[in-house]
């Protein structure tokens, strides 16, 4: 695979809040997610990608390129949604459309009609009139027609309901269909990831804790379930976190195999990503 975005060294301090030393590289055919609960940085990481926040130090590329002094080329092949408004509410989906279409040297109105008709969108209509969920379709209209080669999302299925979330995540498969393409999607609503995402980037308090593939990620981690009596200091360490019961106990592990053979009759289950991400940043965790 071919690197599209590389983040190196980089940093950004925002009030109290800090990015420091952040790496990490995006790579073409793959839909990465930035995980992280909610004032973990994944905002601040986006808006510093895109030269919404100015960055402290460090560097970012496209395609190998500088972004701070390539900002046209790289206006053009990144597609942006964003989970706040940035629309004017008094214009309408079509005025809005004007608005934006002549930043884009590459912008394709056949795609955006289409986009249209699909989502059931009407270009008379008002921003403001739209629901929370046509606000996301028509941002990501807009997002998918001046062909983006990589697409950045901020939140974009926070209150959502999970028949247009759904659809979000189909949309996003049909997209890399395309050969080049990549997607960068923060959430903290873990469940929108596990059908889609191939990396899993987990931040918390400004820092990467985890980077690698879902698979691999969800592979090396197991959620165990057993009895109160099969623990004792030696086990209790073999946890990432670990909670109790009066019933028993539960708990995440990153030692499945030295846990199995020091502990009989529990239950091993594969963890989703949101039993992975709070083992890691909630509160019942061990020092790791």
Same mark, same amino acid.
């Given at each position: 695979m071919n690197s =599209? =975005? /590389?983040?190196? /060294? =980089?940093?950004?301090k925002l009030g109290g809040f800090h990015i420091e030393h952040m790496n990490f590289t995006l790579e073409e055919g793959c839909i990465t997610g930035l995980i992280g609960v909610n004032g973990s940085g994944k905002t601040t990481t986006i808006k510093t990608l895109l030269g919404l926040y100015l960055k402290d130090g460090g560097t970012i590329t496209f395609h190998g390129k500088e972004i701070d002094t390539n900002e046209g080329m790289v206006k053009n092949r990144i597609g942006v949604v964003l989970d706040e408004g940035y629309f004017y509410e008094e214009l309408t989906l079509k005025e809005m459309k004007s608005v934006i #279409? $002549? #930043?884009?040297?590459?912008w394709d109105e056949l795609a955006f009609i289409n986009y249209i008709n699909r989502f059931n969108l009407k270009l008379e209509q008002k921003i403001a009139d739209l629901s929370k969920g046509m606000r996301m379709k028509f941002a990501i209209a807009l997002a998918l027609s001046h062909h983006a080669d990589l697409l950045i999302m901020d939140e974009p299925t926070s209150g959502l309901d999970p028949l247009i979330r759904n659809e979000l995540m189909e949309i996003l498969l049909e997209f890399m269909q395309e050969e080049g393409k990549s997607v960068f999607f923060s959430t903290h609503i873990t469940s929108d990831l596990d059908k889609v995402a191939d990396i899993l980037i987990l931040i918390d308090n400004g820092k990467i804790l985890l980077n690698e593939s879902k698979d691999e990620l969800l592979d090396r981690h197991a959620l165990v379930k057993g009895d109160h009596s099969l623990l004792n200091e030696y086990t209790r360490e073999l946890f990432i976190s670990l909670? /109790?019961? $009066?019933?028993?106990? /539960?708990?995440?592990?990153?030692k499945k195999e030295i846990l199995c053979e020091q502990m009989s009759n529990v239950v091993v289950e594969r963890p989703s990503i949101e039993n992975v991400m709070l083992a890691y940043v909630g509160g019942d965790r061990h020092d790791f």
């Open positions: =599209l =975005l /590389e983040v190196k /060294e =980089l940093k950004k #279409a $002549p #930043a884009y040297s590459n909670q /109790e019961t $009066p019933f028993g106990f /539960e708990g995440i592990t990153d």
